[in-house]
């Protein structure tokens, strides 16, 4: 979960973890807490930390909800060399090696990321994976989907891949279709019937009977992909926190 809040206060951090981190695509300052309490604050690329300790003390009383709401929540173990990760449905290795001032971070034979040793923590893995799988994410589940789309003769004005919380797919009633980009973890066959159920939205837009049969009729392994989401998917949604 995100919020985003005026600058404000006094540079006063909470109690916990803070990790602050840069991103070049941020908009504005962000505060995320994560499944283990730790508090991550994302700087727009223009930020400064000041500000950004501001935001911090400003979002003092949500940041200790959150942590509260999140206290039953299994704490994620993090990512080191030899970290096993769901990539297609399959397990991929993680790589962290050290060449002087640099860490490498690859998954099976590709280069993930490269990070200066002295900026490492315990993120860090996990969190340069997680940007690699979301950009590949990007790039193939829009043109996977246009192309069942055009299989079943439907028409998708917009297609986007984010980070969704709590879904894997959605379909709004303009047409858009958002994809969670953990699906590029899954199987091919349920990242195939989450395709075809959003796509479906876009005939019924609904849960009714008539949805489910446009489904079954278009996804023959509808009930294994769900019974896969059902079992599999935590453990995905654990890996992105």
């Not at 979002?59 to 709401?69: H, L, M, P, Y």
């Not at 399959?90 to 060449?99: D, T, Y």
């Not at 986007?160 to 919380?165: E, G, M, P, T």
């Amino acid at each position: 979960m995100q919020l985003s809040l005026p600058l404000s206060g006094a540079a006063v951090t909470p109690a916990g973890a803070v990790v602050f981190i840069r991103h070049r695509r941020a908009r504005r300052y962000i505060i995320r807490v994560l499944a283990d309490g730790t508090v991550r604050v994302t700087l727009p690329r223009w930020g400064a930390k000041r500000d950004a300790q501001a935001f911090l003390e400003a979002s003092r009383v949500w940041i200790a909800d959150q942590q509260a709401r999140r206290g039953a929540a299994p704490i994620a173990d993090p990512w080191t060399d030899g970290t096993r990760i769901l990539i297609d449905g399959r397990e991929a290795r993680l790589r962290v090696e050290r060449h002087g001032e640099t860490v490498r971070i690859s998954c099976d034979e590709t280069v993930v990321a490269r990070v200066r040793a002295a900026a490492m923590h315990d993120r860090s893995v996990r969190d340069a994976v997680s940007r690699w799988l979301h950009d590949r994410a990007r790039r193939e589940l829009p043109p996977m989907l246009l192309a069942l789309a055009a299989a079943h003769d439907i028409s998708v004005p917009r297609v986007s891949v984010r980070d969704q919380r709590s879904r894997w797919g959605a379909c709004s009633p303009t047409g858009t279709i958002t994809l969670n980009w953990r699906l590029i973890q899954a199987p091919a066959f349920v990242r195939e019937y989450v395709l075809i159920h959003e796509l479906m939205h876009r005939r019924e837009l609904n849960h009714s009977r008539r949805f489910w049969r446009l489904v079954a009729a278009a996804c023959p392994r509808h009930a294994d992909a769900r019974r896969w989401l059902r079992k599999e998917g935590k453990q995905l949604w654990a890996e992105g926190e």
